[in-house]
């Protein structure tokens, strides 16, 4: 009973934590200017997968977790609880893809990026990011792409037969599509990102250098801007770099089960590996405020809840405050004045 008590109060505590978090990066993004900067949609979009995954997935999982694997709720909802699952994190692989590309145009190319990279652009890449989430986890799941008969999973449960020998949900994949799957979906994209890091950081150390080399005017007008993009990746290669520790075993682990034909049942293990990956969505907005400064500022304001409303009107003061305290000198000034020619 303990034991149960104290695995429940951990799960909820987590998420909450997952969910209060990333509701935390929106709204530090939303209401901070300093934030206001068109790479930031791309934070905001993982943001947003992040939070969708502590609503809708994880008290899935942390209820299956409590009654030790056994699914309660049917096979319909269990093949949608997958297909949450896998489209969820399909998007955050591919919103990274996008910050890296995103990252590798800004350091690479400064002068050109406000061109390339457009607000029209990125809305039509995060749109294209969802939809192909969306296909790539609904569709081979609910067509039985992913199973060794090919035949939808799970599809013959009753509500009433959560107690049945067997009764598991979970993600069946055939060695097909194993392959398939976690070759397009997760390691090709990291090979992908991996190498964009590493010529981003290339760069970066290539302009250092020349800014050191420069004259003073240049570096003057450049400097700021540079330092700027280069903090703003070393932020995003630090989620990308907690993303590969907590996502990776998942997939070794997964590929390494999908290719025996028997399904095994939910062990610690499997435990481990799944909340460690569920894990990233708590730590990405943790990691925010620890690389950035600006992040921190604004996390700062909304834990105090000082909006934009509150720095206006504190402006609007020290403004009537300036404006009073001129207005007090002039008449200040006009009294000496008047005492003088009274004197002379």
């Given amino acids: ?23 935390l990066v929106c709204l530090a993004v ?15 979009s993982l943001a947003v997968t992040d939070l969708l995954l502590g609503l809708l997935v994880l008290p899935l999982s942390a209820t299956v977790e409590l009654r030790s694997g056994k699914w309660p709720f049917g096979g319909a909802l269990c093949n949608i609880y997958i297909s949450l699952d896998v489209m969820l994190c399909t998007s955050s692989i591919m919103t990274l893809l996008a910050i890296s590309v995103d990252r590798y145009l800004a ?6 990026y406000s061109r390339r990279v457009t607000p029209r652009r990125v809305t039509l890449v995060i749109f294209a990011i969802w ?4 296909a790539l986890s609904f569709v081979p799941i609910h067509l039985g792409w992913n199973t060794i008969d ?10 009433e037969d959560e107690d049945e020998e067997g009764r598991y949900c979970q993600f069946e994949w055939n060695n097909n599509y194993v392959a398939l799957y976690t070759f397009g979906s997760f390691y090709l994209p990291l090979l992908i990102m991996c190498g964009m890091y590493l010529c981003i950081f290339r760069i970066a150390r290539e302009q250092v250098r020349r800014i050191r080399a420069a004259t003073p005017s ?7 801007a540079i330092f700027r993009e280069h903090k703003a990746t070393v932020t ?14 998942y997939f070794t682990f997964f590929t390494c089960m999908g290719i025996k034909e028997k399904t095994n049942p939910p062990n610690t293990i499997h435990s481990i590996v799944l909340w460690l990956g569920y894990f990233n969505s708590t730590l990405n907005p943790i990691l925010y405020p620890a690389f950035n400064r600006d992040f921190r500022k604004a996390y700062g304001e909304l834990l105090r809840c000082r909006g934009p409303y509150h720095r206006k009107l504190q402006l609007t003061r020290a403004s009537l405050h300036k404006r009073l305290t001129f207005t007090h000198g002039q ?12 004197v002379k």
């Fill in 236 to 249: 995003l290669a630090a989620v990308l770099g907690a993303f590969v520790i907590c996502w990776f075993p």
């Fill in 107 to 112: 350091i690479s190319a400064p002068l050109s």
């Fill in 150 to 159: 090919y035949r939808v999973q799970h599809l013959d449960w009753g509500m």
């Fill in 331 to 342: 008449r200040v000034s006009k009294q000496s004045q008047k005492h003088i020619d009274t």
């Fill in 30 to 44: 939303g209401l901070s200017r300093r934030l206001w900067r068109i790479a930031n949609c791309f934070v905001v």
């Fill in 131 to 134: 939809t192909l989430s969306l």
């Fill in 218 to 224: 240049f570096a003057r007008t450049t400097t700021a």
């Fill in 1 to 23: 009973m303990i034991s149960t008590a104290f695995r429940w109060l951990i799960l909820v505590g987590f998420i909450i934590l997952t969910i209060g978090g990333n509701v």
